[in-house]
């Protein structure tokens, strides 16, 4: 398998995650900020967003799994938990891609359980075409189309996350 072309550059990239830092800084102004990446996926995201945010910011990491075909549930199974009790806290979650939407949508249930301030949720890239309208997303750096990609976080069995772009793998 190989990276067969550049979806987005790395300096698109690097742009939308200033815009997205800035819009942020905004809303959060004077706040605490509670930022869940959610592993590994979102590694990249979180540490280029992190650079950027001029906030009382606490960073804290969960990793899920989804159980598909039990979506009613909404049951996720924890990998690692997080290290920080988020009761009466701004959570922003962020991820790496919004496929079906089952796994961000699993994971706000469950982080809602735990009674935040509040929940917003930054996905860096999402797939329109896939997608189901499950949940709002309030911050989306790119919507793509339903190729698989890697690169920017994004794996092909465990590959090619260290890419500073988005890739398609063909
Ligand atoms: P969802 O529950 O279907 O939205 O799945 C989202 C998860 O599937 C992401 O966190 C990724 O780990 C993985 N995923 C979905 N599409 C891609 C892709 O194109 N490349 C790499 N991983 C993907
Ligand atoms: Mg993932």
New binding site residues.
């Given amino acids: 398998m190989k990276i067969s072309k550049t979806l987005i550059s790395q300096e698109e990239i690097e742009n939308k995650i200033s815009e997205i830092a800035n819009q942020i800084n905004h809303k959060y102004k004077g706040q605490e900020l509670v930022v869940i990446g ?1 592993l590994k ?2 590694f990249i995201v979180v540490s280029d967003l992190a650079k950027q945010l001029e906030l009382d910011v606490t960073f804290d990491f969960m990793s899920i799994k ?1 159980y ?1 075909g039990s979506e009613s549930t909404g049951q996720v199974k924890i990998v690692k938990d997080l290290e920080y009790d988020i009761t009466d806290k701004n959570v922003l979650i962020v ?12 994971l706000k249930k469950l982080l809602q359980s735990r009674n935040p301030k509040s929940i917003e949720i930054f996905c860096m ?1 999402v ?1 329109k075409e ?2 189901k309208d499950l949940i709002e997303i309030n911050y989306s750096g790119f919507e793509i189309g339903p ?4 690169g920017y976080g ?3 069995n465990g590959k090619h996350r260290e890419l500073p772009y988005l890739g398609v793998l063909s």
């Fill in positions: 959610i996926g979102a989804s598909y991820e790496d891609i919004y496929d079906t939407g089952l796994t961000l949508n699993n890239f797939k896939v997608a190729e698989f990609v890697v994004l794996d092909y």
